[in-house]
């Protein structure tokens, strides 16, 4: 009888049920491997977002994927193989990126296939738990202002929730394009958004924004419902609303064309040319993810319960292998 080989395996988070942080639970299973134009990526960190605890706790992805499942986008590590056809990478590049989005990556795991071209190389002299922290937050940030904006020097942009994971990323990102930027976090977070060049800043719990914010070009808005609705009213004629929620009956698409203003909504997506540009924010100086905590794979609940209090200044992270340089 021929030889048989047992399957490399891996450690991953996985979860069989919807519900809360608890559902979460560590396997071990099957390596994957990469099919043709795939990768195979060692992680060494990955990004914890709010559609992972979204998708964890309603037990459906966008495209009705079902458990059991992995949850998980961001991923930066270091390629352990290609598949055929890959030339634009090879084993022991340094990559991050965020695969097959929104299609399930599985990202909480010690390895990871995805399409080659939805990965590019990390930024020099960054570590994985800091790039981690990158994909989904600042591709959404960027495709937002830029792909969608187009912000250009001089312009008034106003981001909501400008302290947390998108937030704190598009504050930068609008910087370096040369924007006026306005955010509106709680007074606490306020020094904090100073620090990466926030020009002006609102305590949304003190103060009614939509009365003292006026003659915005762009506003980006990853709260959603009467938030986008009170942010018409600051935008100039012209402007564009740009909502990171999916819109329901009460998005004011129609309110927004009666003010000479557009509301769109945006889903981001795998975009290489992004992360190159992102990467290259972070190497000349202008980007930086900050970490609200770095947490070990096998504690992905903590991290979900620390990301649902919607209190962190930042990104959370999942440190998977044990060498993050």
């Known amino acids: 009888?021929?030889?048989?080989?047992?399957?490399?395996?891996?450690?991953?988070m996985s979860q069989d049920v919807p519900g809360g942080p608890e559902v979460l639970k560590l396997i071990e299973t099957d390596r994957p491997v990469p099919g043709p134009t795939e990768i195979l990526v060692r992680v060494h960190a990955a990004g914890v977002n709010p559609t992972?605890?979204?998708?964890?706790?309603?037990?459906?992805?966008?495209?009705?994927v079902r458990p059991p499942f992995r949850l998980g986008f961001d991923v930066s590590g270091v390629v352990e193989a290609v598949g055929a056809g890959v030339t634009v990478f090879a084993p022991g590049d340094e990559v991050f990126g965020m695969p097959r989005f929104p299609h399930p990556a599985g990202a909480y795991a010690e390895y990871v296939t995805g399409p080659a071209r939805h990965f590019t190389l990390r930024p020099a002299g960054q570590d994985h738990i800091h790039t981690a922290a990158l994909p989904l937050a600042a591709l959404t940030a960027w495709q937002a202002l830029v792909d969608t904006a187009d912000i250009r020097p001089g312009q008034r942009?106003?981001?909501?929730?400008?302290a947390g994971g998108v937030g704190h990323l598009a504050v930068q990102i609008a910087k370096a394009r040369g924007a006026y930027v306005i955010g509106t976090a709680r007074t606490a977070k306020h020094d904090f958004l100073r620090g990466l060049g926030a020009d002006e800043l609102v305590d949304y719990t003190q103060q009614e924004f939509a009365e003292v914010i006026r003659d915005v070009d762009v506003v980006l808005?990853?709260?959603?419902g009467d938030c986008s609705i009170r942010s018409l009213r600051t935008l100039r004629p012209g402007g564009v609303l740009i909502s990171l929620i999916p819109p329901d009956e009460t998005f004011p698409a129609e309110q927004a064309r009666?003010?000479?203003v557009r509301a769109v909504f945006m889903l981001v997506e795998p975009d290489q040319a992004g992360l190159r540009e992102i990467a290259a924010l972070v190497d000349s100086g202008q980007l930086r993810a900050e970490i609200a905590a770095a947490v070990p794979l096998a504690e992905a609940a903590k991290a979900h319960e620390l990301g649902e209090t919607g209190r962190t200044a930042g990104k959370i992270v999942l440190s998977v292998a044990t060498n993050q340089h």
């Open 157 to 162: 942009v106003l981001v909501h929730a400008a």
């Open 221 to 224: 808005d990853p709260v959603g």
């Open 52 to 64: 992972d605890w979204k998708t964890r706790a309603r037990g459906v992805y966008v495209n009705g």
């Open 1 to 12: 009888m021929p030889e048989t080989t047992t399957p490399p395996r891996m450690r991953a």
């Open 258 to 260: 009666a003010a000479g």
